[in-house]
């Protein structure tokens, strides 16, 4: 007989598809997104959300692979934890049992997205945020865990609509391995692909007027050919693509300093993301850049 618990799968999630919102909301927005220039009313909002799971259950004390399910309407898109020069970066609010912890977003690799003289990176077509969730030990096999989350983004063509929806996923909890879900599979695979590697590169960035030069060196540098480069925290670089070149054993590369440029008395490090296509898809890394200029007087907005 087969085990009840093993073969069980989760309860139907909840797909989303917003409705248009009131225009006092969409004020709001206007204000926190310059790239907001249209009406919502009576519009659709191009994208469709599920919340899934990398498997069919729950086992305690692992961590399993929650993700964010975004299918964006063909020329529209969402936004990376630095969105770039406007917009705003998908959120998640989680409601979730006790002893649960869902970790921040893994983001994978952004694009880069130019809209009227903008720079924006994010994502489009279809792409998964993967979330992991922490699962407690002392939770009972045999139950049901409800997880629920609050999911709220901006999506944009030349004009951008906010929206937000609520969607829950029942997974039960078993002690045998959890069986992955093959309807989400192909997803959760090219989302793993997508996430930034570990280097081990090191890099200084100097302020240099009106740019910022970093330089990289360590094993397996890639060539500065179709190279792009993105930093997570947002006023520091201008958002235009920086000018990459290798320099002897050195990866140089020359971003233009934000005219808000501001940086906190706490914050040294630059988090670097540097990507490439390739034959199957994007490759990219991931390092911590040091800040070894003095810190000057932040420029206002």
């Known amino acids: 007989m087969n085990d009840p618990i093993a073969t069980a799968r989760p309860t139907a999630h909840r797909q989303v598809r917003a409705g248009p919102l009131r225009h006092l909301?969409?004020?709001?927005?206007?204000?926190?997104?310059?790239?907001v220039n249209a009406a919502v009313s009576g519009a659709d909002n191009h994208l469709q959300v599920e919340l899934v799971s990398a498997r069919l259950a729950l086992?305690?004390?692992?961590?399993?692979q929650?993700?964010?399910?975004?299918?964006?309407?063909?020329?529209?898109?969402?936004y990376w934890i630095n969105p770039g020069d406007s917009g705003l970066p998908t959120t998640?609010?989680?409601?979730?049992?006790?002893?649960?912890?869902?970790?921040?977003?893994?983001?994978?690799?952004?694009?880069?997205?130019?809209?009227?003289?903008?720079y924006n990176f994010g994502y489009d077509g279809e792409v998964v945020l993967p979330v992991p969730l922490d699962v407690p030990a002392?939770?009972?096999?045999?139950?049901?865990?409800?997880?629920?989350?609050?999911?709220?983004?901006?999506?944009?063509?030349?004009?951008?609509?906010?929206?937000?929806?609520?969607?829950?996923?029942?997974?039960?909890?078993t002690t045998a391995?959890?069986?992955?879900?093959p309807r989400w599979t192909h997803q959760f695979t090219d989302a793993e692909r997508a996430q930034p590697q570990a280097s081990a590169w090191t890099g200084t960035a100097r302020l240099a007027g009106e740019?910022?030069?970093?330089?990289?060196?360590?094993p397996g540098l890639p060539e500065a050919d179709r190279l792009d480069a993105f930093v997570a925290q947002r006023k520091l670089f201008d958002n235009k693509p920086p000018a990459i070149?290798?320099?002897?054993?050195a990866l140089l590369i020359d971003a233009g300093r934000s005219e808000y440029f501001s940086i906190a008395p706490a914050l040294r490090d630059l988090d670097l993301v540097l990507t490439a296509p390739t034959a199957t898809g994007m490759r990219g890394w991931r390092v911590r850049v040091r800040l070894v200029t003095p810190i000057a007087t932040p420029a206002q907005p």
Do not use: S
């Open 25 to 35: 909301l969409f004020a709001v927005f206007v204000a926190l997104a310059p790239c």
């Open 59 to 64: 086992v305690p004390g692992q961590t399993a």
């Open 66 to 78: 929650l993700g964010l399910r975004l299918r964006h309407d063909a020329h529209w898109h969402t």
């Open 92 to 118: 998640l609010a989680w409601t979730l049992p006790p002893g649960f912890h869902a970790q921040d977003i893994a983001w994978p690799l952004p694009q880069r997205f130019t809209v009227g003289g903008l």
């Open 138 to 173: 002392d939770v009972q096999p045999g139950t049901t865990a409800h997880l629920a989350v609050l999911a709220k983004w901006l999506v944009c063509r030349e004009e951008c609509i906010p929206g937000k929806a609520e969607l829950t996923l029942d997974l039960p909890i």
């Open 177 to 181: 391995p959890a069986q992955p879900d």
């Open 211 to 218: 740019r910022i030069e970093i330089a990289l060196r360590g």
């Open 245 to 249: 070149r290798r320099d002897g054993d």
